[in-house]
């Protein structure tokens, strides 16, 4: 079985501008969270989606959203960024909301 | 406010001995623990876990130990092998809430 697909795998952007990252999960997992992690540091949590509804929120500002579709796929927004959003964004999936399991990231530059 | 903490940035082994990787959380109310391993330009892959009613989880060369009345979780990796070299990370869920702490990781190197 195919794991867990994110794209872009890599993105440059200018401060001030929006993005949007894609985040196919598991087949049959229905849950998806969104991780930020800079360099040196663990993951940190976003948002966590199941079955569409959003169960759970980091402490991020309400620049950051995300939605989940019905096929179960996730996108993540961020508006007006900033140089300190510059990371790999982390976009995991779990067939209940027990172990998690990552895609490979989206590496996000903001210049 | 960190909850994980991996107070070792890095550990040096040699091949075939153990591997001894910790961790320490702060909030009594996390009920499920995982490792993680991250190798670079790679998202983290799962590697075993523990829930809070067990002291123990084996699963073949990877073993981690949960001690709730120190707060501490360990994973051992016996024998360490040169392709276990990467980042660990310890991660924690708090019970009822649909979230993950992680630590900052330790990255093992296995000299072979």
């Known amino acids: 079985d195919a794991g867990v697909t994110q794209s872009p795998t890599h993105l440059i952007k200018t401060r001030g501008q929006h993005v949007t990252l894609r985040c196919s999960p598991i087949s049959g997992h229905k849950s998806v969270s969104w991780y930020q992690q800079v360099l040196g540091q663990g993951p940190q949590f976003i948002f966590q989606?199941?079955?569409?509804?959003?169960?759970g929120r980091g402490n991020f500002p309400d620049r950051f959203s995300a939605r989940q579709f019905p096929n179960y796929s996730s996108e993540l927004n961020v508006n007006a960024l900033l140089l300190g959003d510059s990371a790999l964004y982390l976009c995991a999936s779990s067939r209940d909301l027990s172990t998690q399991y990552f895609g490979p990231g989206t590496r996000l530059t903001v210049l | 406010d960190q909850q994980v903490k991996q107070n070792s940035p890095s550990l040096s082994v040699q091949e075939g001995r153990i591997s001894i990787l910790n961790c320490d959380y702060t909030n009594s109310m996390f009920d499920y623990f995982l490792w993680y391993k991250k190798y670079p330009a790679e998202g983290p892959t799962f590697l075993i876990s523990i829930s809070s009613i067990k002291d123990k989880n084996e699963d073949g060369r990877f073993t981690v130990f949960l001690n709730k009345s120190a707060k501490h979780l360990s994973l051992h990796i016996v024998p360490s092998q040169p392709g276990d070299s990467a980042v660990y990370f310890c991660?924690?869920?708090?019970?009822?809430?649909?979230?993950?702490?992680f630590g900052s990781g330790t990255k093992l190197n296995v000299k072979p």
């Open positions: 989606y199941y079955e569409k509804e959003e169960r």
């Open positions: 991660a924690a869920r708090r019970y009822n809430f649909n979230k993950f702490y």
